[in-house]
C-alpha cells in the first residue's frame, strides 16, 4: 500500500524559504487520479490545509498563503515538494503530505515532519 | 471559506459508554465530509468518508450520520484505545477546512 515520509531542515530562519519534500512508495505518484496535497499542524493547534497537486501538475492553494506557497512534483524521484516563502514565526508546525483521491480527499497520510522558524 | 465547527471540544466518557461528537458546517456541504482521529505524536487517520462510509479496516463501533449542515460522529462503546482527538472536514470546495477537533479522554 502507499506510503508517504516528509522529509526536510526541521530549523528555518525567519524571511527564508521552508522546503520540504514527500517522498511516495508502494506506488507511482504519477498515476491513477490522485491529488497530492500538504498540510500543517501548529502545536497544540488544529489542522490547516495548504494547497494540493494533481498528477498533470496543476495546483491549488489555500487563499491564506498562496502568495507564498508552491508545490510540485519530481516524477523521476515520486516525489512532491513544498516551498513556503517569507516564514515567520507563524509558520511552526509539523507539516503533512496527503494523499488525495479524486473522490476521498487525504485518505493517506505521512508521518509529518516538525518545522520551526527562528534566528 | 466554509467554517466548520466542532462540539464538544473536549469530552470525558467511561469505557463502553456511547459518545457523540457534532460538526456543524457554515453552509451547506451535501455528504461531503471526513472524520479523522488523531493520537498524540501521530498523524490523522481517516475513519468515516462521505459522512457515513466506513474506511475499510476501521471498527464498526465508529459511525458517522448527517448532510447538508449537521453531521454526527458516533463511537457506540468507548474502547480505551479510543483515546484521541477527532476531527471533521469537509470538501465540498477548496480551500479544504477542519473543525477545531474534540480532544476525547477516559473518565
Known amino acids: 500500500q502507499v506510503q508517504l515520509q516528509e522529509s526536510g531542515p526541521g530549523l528555518v530562519k525567519p524571511s527564508q524559504t521552508l522546503s520540504l519534500t514527500c517522498t511516495v512508495s508502494g506506488g507511482s505518484i504519477s498515476s491513477g487520479s490522485y491529488y497530492w496535497s500538504w498540510i500543517r499542524q501548529p502545536a497544540g493547534k488544529g489542522l490547516e490545509w495548504i494547497g494540493r497537486i494533481y498528477t498533470n501538475g496543476s495546483t491549488k492553494y489555500n487563499p491564506s498563503l498562496k502568495s507564498r506557497v508552491t508545490i510540485s512534483l519530481d516524477t523521476s524521484k515520486n516525489q512532491l515538494s513544498l516551498k513556503l516563502s517569507s516564514v515567520t514565526a507563524a509558520d511552526t508546525a509539523v507539516y503533512y503530505c496527503?494523499?488525495?483521491?479524486?473522490?476521498?480527499?487525504?485518505?493517506?497520510w505521512g508521518k509529518g515532519t516538525t518545522v520551526t522558524v527562528s534566528s | 471559506d466554509i467554517q466548520m465547527t466542532q462540539s464538544p471540544s473536549s469530552l470525558s466518557a467511561s469505557v463502553g459508554a456511547k459518545v457523540t461528537i457534532t460538526c456543524q458546517a457554515s453552509q451547506d456541504i451535501s455528504y461531503y465530509l471526513n472524520w479523522y482521529q488523531q493520537k498524540p505524536g501521530k498523524a490523522p487517520e481517516l475513519l468515516i468518508y462521505?459522512?457515513?462510509n466506513l474506511e475499510t479496516g476501521v471498527p464498526s463501533r465508529f459511525s458517522g450520520s448527517g448532510s447538508g449542515t449537521d453531521f454526527t460522529f458516533t463511537i457506540s462503546s468507548l474502547q480505551p484505545e479510543d483515546i484521541a482527538t477527532y476531527y471533521c472536514q469537509h470538501y465540498d470546495n477548496l480551500p479544504y477546512t477542519f473543525g477545531q477537533g474534540t480532544k476525547l479522554e477516559i473518565k
Open positions: 462521505d459522512a457515513s
Open positions: 496527503a494523499r488525495d483521491l479524486v473522490d476521498i480527499p487525504m485518505d493517506v
